[in-house]
Structure formats: C-alpha cells, structure tokens
C-alpha cells in the first residue's frame, strides 16, 4: 500500500499489521511537518510540538486497534495533535500558576519572618535600655561590640568579677522579662533566635 493512498484507520491498522514500516514511515514523514505547526501554533514551541508529534505517532503504532472506527485518518491526527497540545498547554499553564502561587507564598512567609524577626530586635533593644545603667553599658560592649570580659573590665576600670556579675544580672533579667510578658514572647521562632544570640 502507498502512503499516500492511507484515508482511513483500517488502512493503517493493515499497514501496521502487515510490518510494512517503510510505508508508515512515509506516512510519518507526509504528515510530520504539518502536525508539528499546527500543534505549534497552541504552544509556541517547535520542540514541544515535534515531541506531542513524535507521541501520537508512537500511540498510533502500537495501539492500531484504536482506529478501527475512524473514518478519516488525516482528520484524527490533526484532531489527535492538536488536543494534546492543548491538553499540554493548560497543564504547563497550571504548573506555571502553582509556581507563582508558591513564589509568593514564599515571598510573603518570608517578609512575615523578617518582620517578626526586626521587631523582636526591636523589642529587646527596649528592654536592655531598661537595664541600670553601669549593667546596660557592660551588656552593650560584650554583645554588641564583642569585647572580652577583660576588655571591658580595663576599658570600664571595673574588675572582671564585676563585669561578669552584670553579664548575669542582665541575663537574668531580660530571660525573666521575655519568659514573662506574652507580648514578648509571642513570636515563637524569632524569640529563640534572639535569646541564643543575645541571652546566652
């Protein structure tokens, strides 16, 4: 049988049954290049069309039973392509939106955190300037200037005993503060973060 002269799905079930793959590839071949644009003409996409292509062609092959009813080949290929680009389409589209949903999901899970986090800071900065005074300074210079108990005794002209008796004074007092005062406390996550990095 010549390519050319297969119009319906019996057609190509006995093409197929008969081995004759020269012959079905030059009905692949007549076909491929006009399915591959109308199916691109759905996604925009020369690869993704050549793969639907390639698909239904492959289906076409190895299930032939299925075209035992159809009247008209070249119109249930172009009929066969074109819904399966669709298909392709609508579901790269919902992925698509999932992705945006989720970026922004994300985004603002993450603005949330960072504003929980800055006004944690903000908060325990307002509970150290409560601190008497001399205990403020020494807490200041060991947290947030990093200098050693020996350092701020020398820079103070206090002992090292006494600036580590500050040390657990402020300690002391802000764990108590926070543990104590549900606003305070109420963040969870950006609690515990501040207290490993400022209270121990």
């Given at each position: 049988m010549d390519a050319l002269n297969i119009e319906t799905g019996r057609d190509l079930i006995s093409l197929i049954e008969k081995g004759q793959t020269a012959t079905f590839t030059q009905f692949y071949t007549s076909y491929f290049e006009k399915l591959v644009l109308a199916s691109d003409k759905y996604l925009k996409d020369i690869h993704e069309a050549e793969e639907i292509v390639q698909d239904v062609f492959l289906k076409v092959w190895e299930n032939p039973e299925n075209l035992s009813e159809v009247k008209s080949i070249k119109s249930y290929l172009y009929r066969t392509v074109i819904n399966a680009s669709i298909n392709y389409f609508n579901r790269q589209k919902n992925i698509e939106q999932h992705h945006l949903k989720l970026?922004?999901?994300?985004?603002?899970?993450?603005?949330?955190?960072?504003?929980?986090?800055?006004?944690?800071?903000?908060?325990?900065?307002?509970?150290?300037?409560?601190?008497?005074?001399?205990?403020?300074?020494?807490?200041?210079?060991?947290?947030?200037?990093?200098?050693?108990?020996?350092?701020?005794?020398?820079?103070?002209?206090?002992?090292?005993?006494?600036?580590?008796?500050?040390?657990?004074?402020?300690?002391?007092?802000?764990?108590?503060?926070?543990?104590?005062?549900?606003?305070?406390?109420?963040?969870?996550?950006?609690?515990?973060?501040?207290?490993?990095?400022?209270?121990?």
């Amino acid at each position: 049988m010549d390519a050319l002269n297969i119009e319906t799905g019996r057609d190509l079930i006995s093409l197929i049954e008969k081995g004759q793959t020269a012959t079905f590839t030059q009905f692949y071949t007549s076909y491929f290049e006009k399915l591959v644009l109308a199916s691109d003409k759905y996604l925009k996409d020369i690869h993704e069309a050549e793969e639907i292509v390639q698909d239904v062609f492959l289906k076409v092959w190895e299930n032939p039973e299925n075209l035992s009813e159809v009247k008209s080949i070249k119109s249930y290929l172009y009929r066969t392509v074109i819904n399966a680009s669709i298909n392709y389409f609508n579901r790269q589209k919902n992925i698509e939106q999932h992705h945006l949903k989720l970026a922004s999901e994300l985004s603002d899970e993450y603005l949330m955190n960072l504003d929980e986090e800055n006004e944690m800071i903000v908060l325990l900065r307002s509970e150290i300037e409560k601190l008497p005074a001399q205990c403020k300074k020494v807490f200041k210079l060991s947290r947030f200037e990093s200098l050693k108990y020996k350092e701020i005794a020398i820079q103070l002209d206090i002992s090292e005993k006494t600036v580590e008796n500050h040390i657990g004074n402020a300690l002391k007092i802000l764990r108590e503060r926070f543990l104590n005062d549900e606003h305070l406390n109420r963040q969870g996550k950006s609690y515990l973060m501040l207290m490993s990095v400022f209270l121990y």
